[in-house]
């Protein structure tokens, strides 16, 4: 099956970086996708890497290291409003089917 | 226009009852899934309907049951409801392709409280 480890909490103040770790253990692997979401909310789509290295969508990047089977995601110039849950996912590659397994999620607090 | 949307917004209930929740979107998309959010957080897929067929059945009690009256619409029926169902049920949807990883949109989701 698949599995997902996150930190459960990381705080940080506004205008810092911080970065969320993801570490996955899949018997096959089509890529790592980022949803974040907030208190109250539904989960929205962030980011999805396939491949090695870091993809970046303004403030937000994600990184992929397929070898490692770990990833992160970079948050910069941090404010308020990026306070939430992120959680990884990744496809259940034994159905054939598009079904996501969530890593823990991750809750993230920005102070002023 | 929501692109996915879920009714009711709230429902509280007693145990025992009968409840239903709607879900309908209007992406095109040919996958609907029903995931409950546990109070932890923790999210988990229930079931998955491609073009009104059953795909992803996951371990849950036969007492949900979903229905798929075409490919905008997946409805969740809940009986005899217990204590335990009390959660968050995200409905979403998403274009279904035998490679990569397709991006999924959620409703707002339905808070279930079971008293």
């Known amino acids: 099956g698949q599995s997902l480890e996150q930190p459960s909490e990381v705080t940080a103040v506004e205008g810092a970086i911080v970065q969320i770790n993801c570490t996955y253990q899949?018997?096959?692997?089509?890529?790592l996708s980022w949803y974040q979401q907030h208190d109250g909310g539904a989960p929205t789509f962030l980011s999805y890497n396939a491949l090695d290295g870091l993809e970046e969508t303004g403030r937000f990047s994600s990184f992929l290291s397929r070898s490692d089977s770990y990833g992160y995601l970079l948050l910069q110039e941090l404010q308020m409003k990026d306070s939430a849950s992120y959680f990884c996912?990744?496809?259940?590659?034994?159905?054939?089917?598009?079904?996501?397994?969530f890593g823990t999620g991750t809750r993230l607090l920005v102070s002023p | 226009d929501t692109a996915v949307s879920q009714t009711p917004k709230y429902l509280v209930t007693q145990m025992g009852n009968d409840k239903s929740i709607k879900c309908e979107q209007n992406?095109?998309?040919?996958?609907m899934y029903w995931y409950k959010q546990d109070s932890k957080k923790f999210l988990k897929i229930m079931f998955s309907y491609n073009n009104k067929e059953l795909i992803i059945n996951e371990t849950v009690p036969n007492r949900f049951s979903p229905k798929s009256p075409d490919k905008a619409h997946l409805n969740l029926h809940i009986n005899s409801l217990e204590l335990g169902d009390s959660a968050v049920y995200f409905c979403a949807s998403s274009h279904e392709s035998r490679g990569g990883q397709e991006t999924q949109y959620f409703g707002p989701g339905t808070r279930l409280l079971v008293l």
């Open positions: 992406l095109g998309h040919d996958t």
């Open positions: 996912a990744v496809r259940d590659v034994n159905t054939g089917f598009q079904k996501l397994v």
């Open positions: 899949t018997s096959g692997f089509y890529g």
